[in-house]
Structures are given as structure tokens and as C-alpha cells.
């Protein structure tokens, strides 16, 4: 298979299919399905992961434009007799902080669309604006309208920290929004696209027969590539780079179908050959730190967390979950569905891949502890002693570690109160530096039993905060629980690390270790 150009960053369909140079695919089977489901769509997604271009091969799609679908599904399954009238709206490009800035966007897109189409301006409003281009390009066409909304709520998550100016914005929203109720009958097709998922109640009111997709199985993969994508589709990439690796780092989004790959990592790590956060790299995550910082949120429930439907959909101004921001901003995706009871669905979330594990821990570190001058040296020797497998010398990084928190630190941050807080932070510690980390319980705050998988070494934790889980010894319990059993069939050294901390003393009270060999000879050692 012949390579082709990588279409890195490029949101235009027409773009990436004239003269067919870039690597495609094909999408069309999702939006052929989706046209004959129904009339009005939904669709929530994290940043970068597509959206844009999906929006616009539906545009080229319904304007009929076929020279484009060559060779591609649709070419042979749509009818290219009829073309329709589309409008698009995008609120991707920009900051708009204020209900004015909405309105300038709003006023400027509409003149475009008005002068693309003969329409002089009658009404001063965006609302009235947007209904009279609706029914006069139907009854200019004889056709009814394709209404195409890309970054529905950008506007809204802009000011999402300053609430009063975040619900302005979403009200006038809410207005323009409402023309698509208004004018149903005079509509093909409406699609819109988001991150996040904000009540119907809130900014659709009365548009019932918006059908929202975002968990449709049938639709988890609409958008970022799948396994078989990059297997066939970008074949030529793959040589000289590790497979699994591939996997491990950007695989891993689900909506409770087929799982994903976010395009936009693939794409760079195909082009630069080196393994990097490209996703995270793209937009820090300040305000979602921020907001589980000031909520003690304990860190390690970020790798099993428990939602319902009501909870993933609890998004709006002045009342944002915790797991819906997570999980609709593509930092917690669904790891798996249960229902316990008929209509009722248990959704267990977890980090999609190495790359967002990694890369959120790092953010939430300097929210736990400070910024630490240390801390890179602390990450960079704790790399160094798993390499090595030097388990007593973790006990002097782990007491060093602790040591280097400014004790100013603990008195001017409520943080530091919470009964989770000394958990979370040896839980990033580990989390932040991209190892393979398996959590056996997280139901206790005061207490960690964790997994680590690293350099043919197999390492299991009981990190216990004393005056919170005074009942026996760490590495005792560890023992009792008998995690190691899981692990014995992977013919590695297992290491049983009991770690003690003082909330008192702010430091570790014990390091006790038990190293277990493949030929069951048994290693001890008491700190």
C-alpha cells in the first residue's frame, strides 16, 4: 500500500479527498445510517477528535457534491439527483466572552450566509435572521434546509468559570437555538456538535425530537479511528513502530461500542515517530484541576469511577459533576456497561490510555503539593530504582518526597484537609510517570492497595495513612489479601511494599518489603 500525506489539523473534507492524497477513512456509512435514522442529531465529543471534518463531509454530501466521494461508500448508496440548501454555524474559532462577542459571530456569519445566497438583511436580530434564511432558501430551492452547528456550546465553556456571564451567554444561545423548533417544518436535516452535553431543558427547549447519539453504539467509532483503521488504512505508518505500544498510549476511547483512537495523536505520532501527550499538549486542563482540587477529589477513583445516566448528563452553568465534566472533556471515557436492574445503567469510567493517565496526573500533582522544584528529579529517580529494581531505595525517595512539601503548603490549602488527600498524592506520584498501574481497592480513602508493572518486576503496594486505617500493619494486610496470586503466572520477582504514613508527622512511619521469586524462594526485609 502506497503511503500518503498525513492530513494533520485539516477540518475540510474537499481538501483532504481532491486528488485523493491524504489518508481517508471513510466515514459516509455513519452519516448515510444517521440520514435515514431520523432528522435532528447530537453528538458530544472531546476536543480534536474530528468533529469538524464529520460536519463537513455531511455538507459535501448533501450539496451533492459526488466528484469528492470517489471509491468511498456513499458514492454508490446516495441519490445525487438531489441536492439540499445548508447552512453551517461554527463557534470553534476564538474566545467569545460576552453576549456581544456571541452576537458579532452571530451577525457575521449570517451576513455570509445572506449574501451566499441573495438575501438582503430585514430584521436586526439573530433569531429572526436565522428563521427567514431558513424559509427562503426552501422555497428558493424547493427543498427543505440542512442546519449543520459545529462547537454548539464553545461560547458557553469559554466563561464557564465566571457563571452569571456563562448563563448570559447561554440564554441568548438558548434563543437562537429555538429557531430549529420554530421552524421544523422547513428543515431536511440537523446535526450539532459539541464537548459537551447540556440539557435539553437548558438550551433545547421543546426540540423533542433531538436525538442525542453521543453512547449509541452504533456510533462510538463516527468519529477518531479504530483498530482496524490503523491496521489497514495506515499500514505504511507502522513500520518501526511498536504496535502495542501504539495501543497502550492512544487507544482506548469508548462510547459503548467500538473503541477509538483520538486522530489527532495518531497523526503526529506517525509523523514525528516519537511517543509524546500530543492530545493533553493541546489544551491544558486548568479549570477541571481547579475544580477537583477545591472539591478533594480523591485521585485514584479517577481509574474506576461509577456514574449513572443522570450524573454523566449533569452539565450545566453553576452545576457541573465532577465525573460529566471528566468524562464529556475526554479524560475519563466508559470502561464498561452494566445494568443491575431492567432500565437502570451503571457506567464504570477510567482513563481511555496511557497518554491521559499520565499526562492528568502530572497536572493534578502540582494541586496536591505545590509547585515542587523537586519534582522532576523525584519522578526521574523513582524511574531510575523501578529500572533497577532497588525497592529499599524507594523508602528514602518516597521520606525525601514527602519531606520537600513546604509545610506552608498544608496550612494555607483546605486541600490538604480532605481524608483523601496523602492517598492521592502517592497514587499520582506513581500515575503521572505513564507505568502500568492497577488499583485492587479504592473504596477506603485512608488506604491504596496498587499495582505496578514495570521491567519484568511486578510491584504491589498498601499505602495506609495510620490514623485513618490504624487496624494492623500495611504489609500484613497486603499479605492477607493475597493480591499476589494474580500476578504469580507472569514468572516475574513480585515485590509485597508495605508503606505507613503519618498525618501527625507528615512522613512515612514504616517500609516494610517482601519479595516473592518465581521459584517461590522468598526474600524479607523491615524498615
Known amino acids: ?60 454530501l448533501f450539496e451533492g457534491h459526488r466528484e469528492l466521494f470517489q471509491g468511498l461508500h456513499a458514492d454508490s448508496h446516495w441519490d445525487w439527483s438531489v441536492k439540499y440548501p445548508v447552512l453551517r454555524f461554527s463557534f470553534g474559532g476564538g474566545v467569545l466572552g460576552s453576549v456581544a462577542d456571541l452576537q458579532a459571530s452571530l451577525h457575521a456569519q449570517l451576513t455570509l450566509l445572506e449574501q451566499a ?11 429572526s435572521r436565522f428563521m427567514q434564511l431558513i424559509q427562503h432558501l426552501a422555497a428558493q430551492t424547493g427543498q427543505r434546509v440542512v442546519v449543520l452547528i459545529d462547537e ?13 456571564r456563562a448563563a ?23 446535526f450539532l456538535t459539541g464537548v459537551s452535553k447540556f440539557s435539553k431543558v437548558s438550551l433545547f427547549s421543546g426540540l423533542n425530537n433531538l436525538q442525542d447519539i453521543t453512547i449509541d453504539p452504533r456510533y462510538s467509532d463516527i468519529c477518531g479511528y479504530t483498530d482496524a483503521d490503523v491496521d489497514s488504512v495506515f499500514a505504511p505508518e507502522l513500520p518501526g513502530l511498536d504496535r502495542e505500544q501504539i495501543r497502550a498510549w492512544y487507544n482506548g476511547y469508548h462510547w459503548c461500542g467500538t473503541s477509538v483512537y483520538n486522530p489527532f495523536d495518531l497523526l503526529l505520532l506517525f509523523e514525528r515517530r516519537v511517543f509524546r501527550p500530543y492530545w493533553f499538549e493541546t489544551g491544558t486542563p486548568t479549570f477541571l484541576v481547579k475544580l477537583l482540587a477545591e472539591r478533594g477529589f480523591f485521585t485514584p477513583q479517577l481509574a474506576r469511577l461509577y456514574a449513572d445516566d443522570q450524573l454523566l448528563s449533569a452539565f450545566d452553568v453553576g452545576h457541573i459533576a465532577s465525573e460529566a465534566l471528566l468524562w464529556q472533556t475526554g479524560y475519563l471515557t466508559i470502561r464498561q456497561v452494566d445494568q443491575p436492574i431492567l ?68 496550612r494555607n490549602n483546605p486541600i490538604a484537609q480532605y481524608e483523601g488527600y496523602w492517598a492521592s498524592i502517592f497514587y499520582s506520584y506513581f500515575a503521572a510517570l ?52 494474580k500476578y504469580r503466572a507472569r514468572g516475574e520477582p513480585i515485590h509485597l511494599i508495605g508503606v505507613e504514613w503519618s498525618r501527625e508527622g507528615r512522613n512515612i512511619v514504616a517500609f516494610e518489603v517482601q519479595t516473592l521469586m518465581p521459584a517461590e524462594r522468598q526474600l524479607g526485609s523491615a524498615a
Open 343 to 410: 432500565g437502570q445503567w451503571i457506567y464504570t469510567l477510567g482513563y481511555p490510555n496511557r497518554e491521559v493517565e499520565s499526562s492528568l496526573n502530572t497536572s493534578l500533582l502540582p494541586a496536591l503539593v505545590g509547585d515542587m522544584p523537586q519534582a522532576l528529579q523525584h519522578r526521574m529517580r523513582l524511574i531510575a530504582l523501578l529500572q533497577s529494581a532497588d525497592v529499599s531505595g524507594m523508602q528514602a525517595l518516597f521520606h525525601a518526597f514527602f519531606a520537600s512539601i513546604p509545610h506552608d503548603w498544608y
Open 434 to 485: 505513564g507505568l502500568d498501574i492497577r488499583l485492587e481497592d479504592v473504596t477506603n480513602q485512608g488506604r491504596i492497595d496498587m499495582a505496578v508493572l514495570f521491567g519484568g518486576q511486578v510491584y504491589l503496594f498498601e499505602f495506609k495513612v495510620v490514623e485513618l486505617v490504624p487496624e494492623g500493619k500495611a504489609l500484613a494486610q497486603l499479605q492477607a489479601k493475597n493480591y499476589a496470586e
Open 168 to 190: 448570559e451567554i447561554r440564554d441568548a444561545l438558548k434563543d437562537f437555538y429555538s429557531v430549529l423548533k420554530d421552524s421544523d417544518p422547513y428543515l431536511r436535516f440537523v
Open 1 to 60: 500500500m502506497k503511503a500518503k500525506k498525513l492530513p494533520i489539523g485539516i477540518q475540510t473534507f474537499a481538501k483532504i479527498r481532491e486528488q485523493q492524497a491524504y489518508y481517508y477513512v471513510d466515514k459516509t456509512p455513519h452519516a448515510l445510517r444517521l440520514i435515514e435514522q431520523g432528522s435532528h442529531f447530537f453528538l458530544s465529543r472531546p476536543r480534536r477528535f474530528g468533529k469538524s471534518l464529520f460536519l463537513d463531509t455531511l455538507k459535501e
Open 152 to 164: 454548539y456550546d464553545k461560547p458557553i465553556l469559554d466563561r464557564i468559570e465566571d457563571r452569571a
Open 117 to 127: 445566497h441573495g438575501l438582503n438583511m430585514q430584521f436586526p436580530d439573530a433569531r
